[in-house]
């Protein structure tokens, strides 16, 4: 299982680890059932600690996308499509909540956040 | 055992003249890397050998993995592997012939291991100790606690000298070590960004005593650095009981939190702050606030 962590990227390891894995699941990349690497292995592979595997397993597991068997690790839940979606969308959400944030932070109003957002959006799907 | 402690201190105390060591409560479970942190002079390396019984406590309690560090010391001392801060190997000693001479204290001892070790380390076996390098030096004394794969991992300043590619093949060692969940580290570091990438736990020790001590994560979770604007000094008396410190003026205020639990942003501007801002601040800037003691 690739996954890369970014010390630039503002966003903390566990979450970067969550996003990547939930990826995986929602694009059908990784398959129902398949096994996880152990968070002990898997914070060996990043050089990371294994709280923030752990927790990024957690988080996971919160969301329905993989469960835990006591002694055995940890597998991909059989999600379909509809929950898949559920997931990807409730992810879009956390991602826009903190960038919204952001702006609103920062002074700017609301219908412009509305047309600056359209406008890249539009852009992406003339591509 | 998956939820035993790995080290224990309650009420030790240490006083020397000018200088005082006072640990009320220190733990952490087996599993775990546990990262001490502090300036120079805090106590890091005092604690260490308390528990290795190299300096002797006044008053308190210690146990290592379970067991009181006294009373079974020779026990303990079999299942722990302690690097110290100078390097005192025999000057005229090679790695070959002090792995032989370490080798007969433990039962457990690997010699495979430990040639394995110093090949992924890159420890020339016939090189005089006074030969080597600093980081080799400490890349020989680390090579020498791990052979016989100890359950507790005592390790003072084991990054300091190191290249960074070194460093990294270090990182991943004590990621190694914990693949079985019996067993743990403890490593102190003036670097920051060694604890901050492999530690499960973090303690920041200042002037003796731990100021703070908490999982990684929640540490992470908790600290904010905080903007805000406040036109009372009623408003500001208020918040202050949210800021670990805090600078202003002209009614504008800069400070830093260890509570950002629940929701800091609506917490601070029900309390009369306006135009408040968080952003997270990583593990070195909460250990540069805490030591100064300001924002």
Redesign the interface.
């Known amino acids: 299982m690739l996954i890369f962590l970014s010390p630039q990227n ?1 966003i ?1 390891f ?1 979450q970067q680890i969550v996003e990547q894995i939930r990826n995986k699941i929602c694009s059908g990349e990784m398959e129902p059932h398949e096994a996880l690497p152990s968070i ?2 898997l ?2 592979e990043l ?6 595997t752990k ?1 990024a397993y957690e988080e996971l597991e919160r969301e329905g996308l993989i469960y835990t068997r006591a002694g055995k690790g940890s597998f991909v839940s059989p999600v379909d499509k509809a929950a898949r979606r559920k997931a990807a969308l409730n992810a879009l959400e956390v991602r826009l909540r903190g960038i919204l944030e952001e702006a609103i ?1 920062s002074g700017i109003e609301p219908d412009e956040v509305k047309d600056v957002f359209l406008y890249v959006l539009e852009e992406l799907r003339r591509q | 055992m998956m939820n035993s402690t790995a080290m224990e201190l309650n009420g030790v105390c240490k006083k020397y003249p000018g200088f005082t060591l006072e640990i009320d409560n220190f733990s952490f479970s087996q599993g775990a890397i546990m990262g001490l942190l502090g300036p120079n002079g805090a106590g890091k390396s005092t604690m260490i050998k308390a528990t290795m019984n190299l300096v002797r406590i006044d008053r308190g309690s210690i146990t290592l993995l379970g067991r009181d560090y006294l009373r079974e010391e020779i026990e303990i001392k079999k299942q722990v592997g302690y690097v110290p801060e100078e390097c005192n190997l025999y000057e005229e000693a090679a790695a070959g012939w002090l792995g032989q001479f370490v080798s007969k204290y433990y039962k457990d001892w690997d010699h495979c291991f430990y040639h394995a070790l110093l090949e992924k380390f890159g420890v020339d076996r016939n090189k005089k100790v006074k030969k080597l390098s600093k980081g080799g030096k400490m890349k020989l004394s680390l090579c020498l606690a791990l052979a016989h794969r100890p359950r507790l991992l005592l390790l003072d300043e084991p990054t300091s000298g190191l290249d960074p590619v070194v460093r990294h093949d270090f990182l991943k060692e004590l990621l190694e070590v914990i693949q079985d969940e019996s067993r743990s580290v403890l490593f102190s570091s003036h670097i920051v960004s060694d604890i901050e990438k492999v530690a499960d736990y973090v303690a920041f020790i200042k002037g003796g005593q731990i100021a703070l001590c908490d999982e990684k994560e929640n540490i992470l979770d908790r600290w904010r650095r905080v903007s805000f604007r406040a036109k009372d000094s009623g408003a500001l008396e208020r918040l202050k009981e949210y800021l670990a410190y805090y600078k202003g003026e002209d009614q504008n205020y800069q400070g830093v939190s260890g509570d950002c639990g629940g929701d800091l942003q609506k917490t601070l501007t029900s309390l009369g702050a306006e135009n408040v801002q968080l952003s997270p601040m990583s593990l070195e800037e909460i250990m540069i606030v805490i030591s100064r003691g300001e924002v």
């Open positions: 503002p903390p566990y002990r292995q914070a060996k050089t990371t600690s294994v709280i923030t927790r932070a």
